[in-house]
């Protein structure tokens, strides 16, 4: 049987093959407890180490701290909770986050916390205006995702941290980035991050595993208590074989020639819906993700009836059991064309003539339903 054309990427992306490789290796072989004193646990601590070099590289940094953790739900539970303090201090986030980072931000606000969320653009950017309206010198924390989980708008990192710097000069500033490492440049050098989250299994590594990026460990607490490993920040026996193959994934992605191949990619697939006035095409910066609407079928029906042939999704995974769409509905898309909406998701390693196949097939399934329904 065929397998289908794989265009959730922003879901999960497929693992290297040779991942599985370092697992097993590791897990097997060279599987020594990184936190244990005798040599061989040393030099498999050693590796952590370079790892952590990896990350820095890719966020091109030559400082700071990279904290391992269980995935992106995780490193951003720890940069939220692990940055708040007691007092009058406030809490700022778009209102363009992913769940793991909206629901922790809503649980703040249960707990008695001044949370403000800022609203996004049509573009799907935060509205850099309104956020400017709500720093002052009582934010202790500003986080705000770098890619849109579900319209691939990027935020602008320059921007948000000469606000940052201007009006909130005492606040820590988070990053989600689990749609931008490793698929688009990222350069943290000359911003005022101080947090930055990352997944493996979104840049074809193993899921499972993550890691946090801490400018300054000091400046966060611990929201997991045991063993003392990862600095004193996240306790727990660190999963060796899953960070090894990380950095497999890491070091094997060229993200400038990657980025231009998936540009390539999603120009050729969406030449294929130019013209058609029954679907709207939510354009956006990374070449990673696209929003497209079908009028008159629901997506979730386009989705069902595609997945033999295209795999699709109506968004991100986390929230996709409930109804409707926070983010899209925040950059102002009525009930209709949310409801008609599909999320595609590429990844640089599909070939030209499978997106354009897969394009063509959802055009062909599109118009069949529209026939049977209009």
Same mark, same amino acid.
């Given at each position: 049987?065929?397998?289908?054309?794989?265009?959730?990427?922003?879901?999960?992306?497929?693992?290297?093959?040779?991942?599985?490789?370092?697992?097993?290796?590791?897990?097997?072989?060279?599987?020594?407890?990184?936190?244990?004193?005798?040599?061989?646990?040393?030099?498999?601590?050693?590796?952590?180490?370079?790892?952590?070099?990896?990350?820095?590289?890719?966020?091109?940094?030559?400082?700071?701290?990279?904290?391992?953790?269980?995935?992106?739900?995780?490193? %951003?539970?720890? @940069?939220? =909770?692990?940055? !708040?303090?007691? /007092?009058?201090? +406030?809490?700022?986030?778009?209102? &363009?986050?992913?769940?793991?980072?909206?629901?922790?931000?809503?649980?703040?606000?249960?707990?008695?916390?001044?949370?403000?969320?800022?609203?996004?653009?049509?573009?799907?950017?935060?509205?850099?205006?309104?956020?400017?309206?709500?720093?002052?010198?009582?934010?202790?924390?500003?986080?705000?995702?770098?890619?849109?989980?579900?319209?691939?708008?990027?935020?602008?990192?320059?921007?948000?941290?000469?606000?940052?710097?201007?009006?909130?000069?005492?606040?820590?500033?988070?990053?989600?980035?689990?749609?931008?490492?490793?698929?688009?440049?990222?350069?943290?050098?000359?911003?005022?991050?101080?947090?930055?989250?990352?997944?493996?299994?979104?840049?074809?590594?193993?899921?499972?595993?993550?890691?946090?990026?801490?400018? %300054?460990?000091? @400046?966060? =607490?611990?929201? !997991?208590?045991? /063993?003392?490993? +990862?600095?004193?920040?996240?306790? &727990?026996?660190?999963?060796?074989?899953?960070?090894?193959?990380?950095?497999?994934?890491?070091?094997?992605?060229?993200?400038?020639?990657?980025?231009?191949?998936?540009?390539?990619?999603?120009?050729?697939?969406?030449?294929?819906?130019?013209?058609?006035?029954?679907?709207?095409?939510?354009?956006?910066?990374?070449?990673?993700?696209?929003?497209?609407?079908?009028?008159?079928?629901?997506?979730?029906?386009?989705?069902?009836?595609?997945?033999?042939?295209?795999?699709?999704?109506?968004?991100?995974?986390?929230?996709?059991?409930?109804?409707?769409?926070?983010?899209?509905?925040?950059?102002?898309?009525?009930?209709?064309?949310?409801?008609?909406?599909?999320?595609?998701?590429?990844?640089?390693?599909?070939?030209?003539?499978?997106?354009?196949?897969?394009?063509?097939?959802?055009?062909?399934?599109?118009?069949?339903?529209?026939?049977?329904?209009?």
């Amino acid at each position: 049987m065929k397998e289908p054309i794989y265009l959730d990427n922003a879901g999960t992306t497929k693992m290297f093959e040779e991942c599985a490789d370092v697992i097993k290796d590791y897990a097997c072989k060279h599987f020594y407890n990184p936190s244990a004193g005798y040599a061989l646990a040393i030099q498999n601590n050693k590796l952590l180490d370079s790892v952590r070099n990896s990350v820095l590289n890719k966020l091109n940094l030559n400082k700071g701290n990279v904290i391992f953790t269980s995935g992106a739900t995780e490193s %951003n539970n720890l @940069a939220i =909770k692990g940055s !708040v303090r007691n /007092g009058k201090w +406030e809490y700022v986030f778009s209102a &363009g986050e992913h769940p793991s980072v909206y629901k922790t931000a809503l649980d703040l606000q249960l707990q008695g916390a001044v949370v403000h969320f800022v609203p996004l653009t049509a573009s799907g950017e935060i509205d850099y205006e309104e956020l400017a309206k709500v720093l002052n010198d009582k934010t202790r924390l500003i986080s705000i995702i770098h890619v849109s989980n579900e319209t691939g708008a990027i935020n602008d990192l320059q921007k948000i941290s000469a606000l940052k710097k201007k009006l909130s000069p005492k606040a820590l500033l988070h990053i989600d980035g689990v749609q931008a490492f490793c698929k688009i440049p990222v350069d943290l050098s000359k911003t005022e991050v101080d947090l930055y989250t990352i997944s493996a299994h979104k840049f074809h590594g193993p899921k499972g595993v993550g890691a946090l990026f801490v400018k %300054n460990k000091e @400046a966060l =607490k611990p929201i !997991v208590f045991g /063993g003392e490993q +990862e600095f004193g920040k996240r306790s &727990g026996t660190e999963n060796l074989p899953a960070i090894i193959a990380m950095q497999y994934a890491i070091e094997k992605i060229d993200v400038q020639k990657n980025y231009q191949n998936t540009q390539i990619l999603k120009n050729i697939f969406l030449e294929i819906f130019e013209g058609n006035e029954k679907i709207k095409i939510l354009e956006t910066q990374s070449p990673y993700i696209v929003s497209l609407s079908f009028e008159g079928v629901n997506g979730e029906t386009l989705m069902r009836a595609l997945e033999k042939e295209v795999i699709i999704s109506t968004g991100s995974a986390c929230s996709s059991k409930h109804a409707g769409n926070r983010i899209l509905e925040n950059i102002g898309l009525n009930k209709d064309r949310i409801k008609s909406s599909v999320r595609i998701s590429f990844n640089a390693y599909l070939t030209e003539q499978e997106v354009e196949r897969a394009g063509k097939m959802i055009l062909q399934v599109y118009n069949e339903i529209w026939e049977k329904v209009k």
